[in-house]
């Protein structure tokens, strides 16, 4: 695993999307996304973390938005931690008829409303932040005592720049432009995204400057390029989580 801050891992082991650890309240953990699977290995991150900061159980699992990459691991994270609330947005849930919040095949034990920009305080030390547009549900992840925020898809992170989701990834793109401002208000300054780099500073300004780009008008050719270039990052992210 690699230390974000003194409170925050990135498990290295995770698939599909960044996945993090992150000390929640009362020396508990809550881990950030799932990946596509969850294995073993992933399992004994989260052990070592625990015994090396003497930390308790895992206490919350904190899905940003409903995409598989994101949630494929749910159902077998839940298991090695029963205790975990699994929180989700509202609008990334069905609902049964007995009115049971789903994500995936998971029942999720808190339901972040989606109303853009709403704030909703998890624990002392970690809050949900609704940005409706990636998908409608999609949320970030903010944890007062790191200065962490753990963005989803709202961003993917380069080497050396911010980029956006394609336009035609997005739910509701123009939505997700008004959530990305949102973002850069409420955000601390270093960020956690859900692919690429870690953000270690200067967080904020990246979004602000982020935000006011406009969306620059696509070929046919290059969208095909990298619908195909995807679908390759995909299959290649399957074989090596076997």
Known sequence: MRHVTSTVWQLHSARGCNVYAVEA???ELAIVDCGLRISERVVSEVRKIQVDNKLGDVTHILVTHKHRDHIGGLRDLRR????AKIVAGELDCIFDDDNTPWIGEN???TVVPGELGLVTQLTTNLRALS?????M???????EKSRVTFTGDMVISHANTLARPLKFLNADDALYIKSLKV???SATDTGAPGHGFLIPD?????LYDLAEQPR???NPLEMYRIIKGVIAFIRLRRRTSI
Do not use: E, W
Not at 80 to 83: E, G, I, K, S
């Open 137 to 143: 549900g999609s949320l970030a992840f903010i944890c």
């Open 131 to 135: 940005l409706p547009g990636h998908t």
């Open 25 to 27: 309240d009362n020396q």
């Open 202 to 206: 200067l967080f904020v300004k990246k």
């Open 80 to 83: 090695y931690f029963p205790r």
């Open 183 to 185: 973002l850069a208000d």
């Open 216 to 218: 620059k008008k696509m």
């Open 107 to 109: 029942q999720v034990t």
